[in-house]
């Protein structure tokens, strides 16, 4: 990479004898919305918090901007203040007897700069996100969006070379949520800054983030851009955590050219499957399990006949308003799909489902 402004290097961590990261490796470049993403306990805020400086790996390294700022092996340990990183904490911790704007100098006041700078770079970041109206209000009675906000304008206002943010919207509620996801992404890209941030909702992951670490039991699972880990993902595990997947149990049968035929175990036929480049088809006879997202599968209501369409019967209708959620009958399977909001009254109909072919990845069975 370019110029990578954090570099981890084989970090594992334990409490006592209990391990919770185990080598965790990667580098982020200047400019990058780096995600941590993954389930509850699999050690996301301890991964921030030796980056802060906030606890300390039990082995590896951490480098900012090539300068190694903790190394267990030569005992380099700088302090989190000298680290120059803002932080932001799931539970906001704005201070309850201070003003906005009060709450938002605190860490200017700390560094002992001058009064005039200091209310100078307050209403600066007040500014950045949209509070210079509630600047003297007390912090604790504005609504939870809003002291998130007085959250960033503190983290923001010493103007730190990287912005570390723990589930920092996972307080609100969701039209709050995804209003304040919308307007951090837009202030990332205005100001062009550095985040690590840290969500287990893979739906603000896959829509904040240039890369994603999926991370599961203190390792890192895969790392990539967003569509790469949700359409290509490399084990079961990253495929299932990202969303919904409608798996089928089958056996490969013949080559044709580069592709395998592969015959469905729920007797609904075949489909073909063709390997993505540098994957090899599995010999002849393998059980594995065809796998595609739903929303791959279209809903079609002329007869099968085509390659990679399969007969079916809708047996349930979710109508969502924006589409309707089908579990189609298919073999001995029920398969659920997403449907045009029409499918509504679709319930009993056979139908075809028609399967993207490169949407389709085999998987061990
Ligand atoms: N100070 C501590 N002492 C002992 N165990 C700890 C400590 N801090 C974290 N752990 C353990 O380390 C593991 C990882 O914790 P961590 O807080 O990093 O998880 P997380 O991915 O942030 O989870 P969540 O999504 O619930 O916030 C957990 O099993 C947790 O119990
Ligand atoms: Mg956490």
């Known amino acids: 990479m370019a110029q990578s402004i954090i570099e981890i290097r084989g970090v594992s961590k334990s409490f006592g004898n209990v391990s919770v990261l185990r080598d965790v490796n990667f580098s982020i470049a200047k400019g990058e919305v780096f995600t941590l993403l993954g389930p509850s306990g699999c050690g ?85 996100v949209d509070l210079e109206a509630q600047a003297d209000r007390d912090a604790p009675k504005l609504s939870g969006g809003q002291q998130q906000r007085v959250a960033l304008a503190r983290a923001l206002v010493y103007e730190p070379e ?28 205005r100001l062009g800054l550095t985040l690590i941030y840290v969500t287990h909702d893979q739906a ?13 039991q203190g390792q890192v699972e895969q790392i990539g851009v967003p569509d790469e880990l949700y359409d290509r993902p490399k084990t079961e595990f990253v495929r299932d955590f990202l969303g919904k997947t409608v798996t089928i149990p089958g056996r490969v049968g013949a ?15 075949d489909l073909l499957w063709t390997p993505p480049p540098g994957v090899a088809i599995p010999a002849p006879g393998s059980e594995i399990k065809i796998a595609i997202r739903p929303e791959r599968i279209a809903l079609s209501a002329t007869k099968a006949g085509r390659e990679n369409c399969l007969a079916g019967k809708i047996e349930t209708v979710l109508y969502q308003g924006d589409r309707t959620e089908c579990a189609v009958r298919v073999g001995n399977d029920l398969i659920t799909i997403y449907g045009p909001p029409e499918a509504r009254t679709m319930r009993d109909q056979n139908v075809t489902l028609v399967l993207a072919p490169e949407a389709l990845t085999l998987w061990p069975k």
């Open 255 to 269: 080559a044709e050219g580069g592709s395998a035929r592969i015959a469905l175990g729920n007797g609904a036929g």
């Open 162 to 189: 990287v912005l570390l943010l723990d589930e920092p919207l996972s307080n609100l509620d969701v039209k709050l949520r995804e209003q304040m996801r919308y307007e951090l992404k837009v202030l990332q890209e």
């Open 44 to 128: 996301k805020s301890t991964t921030l918090r030796i980056i802060a400086g906030l606890e300390d790996a039990t082995a590896g390294e951490v480098i900012l901007n090539g300068r190694t700022v903790y190394s267990s092996d030569k005992r380099i340990n700088l302090p989190p203040e000298k680290r120059n990183m803002g932080m932001v904490f799931q539970s906001y911790a704005i201070w309850p007897h201070m003003t906005v704007a009060e709450n938002v100098a605190y860490p200017l006041t700390l560094r002992k700069l001058s009064r005039a700078v200091i209310a100078e770079r307050v209403m600066a970041a007040l500014r950045l």
């Open 204 to 216: 603000e992951a896959l829509s904040l983030s240039n890369r994603i670490a999926l991370m599961s």
